[in-house]
């Protein structure tokens, strides 16, 4: 285990404990995406299968029970003890335009053919598109709480902390996970923005990203291959869409 496995879990952690905090603090779970914290609950269920056959160390363990712990705490008191103030009318992204497409790739493209690799390697897969309902909810509101901002930035130091780990765990063990490295890339692209404005010029910039970024994402998901958002409001990659328009294994030790 180095310190960029070990930075990243805490990252991880204290992304998912500041949402917590959120909503137990003000009593209410607007703005917060009801579907992206039940497939990121579906994740840690489908990863950590591996709880009842293999023990690692106490602290892979403890750190999986945790994660589980806080991901179906945090669905139950949106659904659950605060459904009142969940804001289901702009919570409308569709679980199956990633659910289909990340099940049958699950199938095709795994370490090995067997009921826990397969649920292994969906778990990956969906982690790294698990937060487009909650960018697609920001883009109908247009609003971005300074939690949610700061519960973005946690999740992408996570997966950036986490991609560092990879390339540590090459140089000193030659080991490389194919399927965990690339969909951790594609995972942090979705954060590249956003992190690099709230580090150097505050929220405000980082919240203007991240709505930026929300439009974006809305913006596929409904077919139009059009971004009508400022330049100065855009993330760089943004403007490849521009004008467009459309017609018509170790794995288990890191929890």
């Known amino acids: 285990m180095n310190v960029f496995r070990i930075l990243g879990d805490l990252s991880h952690l204290l992304a998912m404990i500041l949402l917590l905090g959120k909503i137990w603090r003000s009593k209410c779970c607007s703005g917060i995406s009801g579907k992206s914290q039940i497939l990121f609950a579906l994740v840690f269920t489908t990863r950590y299968l591996d ?17 589980l712990l806080c991901a179906y705490v945090t669905v139950y008191m ?12 702009n919570d409308t992204f569709r679980l ?8 049958g790739l699950s199938f095709l493209e795994n370490y090995s053919f067997t009921p ?5 390697t969906f778990s990956i897969y969906l982690e790294s598109v698990a937060i487009l309902p909650q ?41 490389y996970d194919q399927i965990a490295v690339v969909s951790g890339v594609v995972q ?12 150097t010029k505050g929220r ?16 596929l998901v409904e077919g139009i291959w059009e971004v009508d958002i400022a330049p100065s409001l855009c ?17 288990n030790q890191a929890p």
């Open 116 to 120: 826990l690799e397969i649920l292994w």
């Open 135 to 175: 960018l697609f909810m920001i883009s109908k509101t247009g609003e971005a709480e300074t939690i949610t901002t700061h519960y973005l930035f946690f999740l992408g130091l996570y997966r950036a902390l986490y991609l560092a780990n990879w390339i540590r765990r090459y140089q000193t063990e030659n080991f």
């Open 204 to 219: 405000c910039a980082a919240t203007a990203v991240l709505l930026a970024l929300a439009g974006v994402t809305r913006s």
């Open 51 to 67: 709880l009842f056959t293999n023990f690692i160390s106490v602290y892979n363990t403890v750190m999986k029970v945790v994660f």
């Open 96 to 103: 199956e335009f990633l659910l289909v497409p990340v099940i």
């Open 188 to 199: 942090t692209i979705f954060y590249c923005d956003f992190f690099y404005l709230y580090v």
């Open 235 to 251: 993330p760089s990659w943004c403007f490849c869409f521009s004008g467009m328009r459309r017609t018509s294994v170790v794995k």
């Open 78 to 89: 949106i659904y659950g003890k605060f459904r009142k103030t969940f804001d289901s009318e």
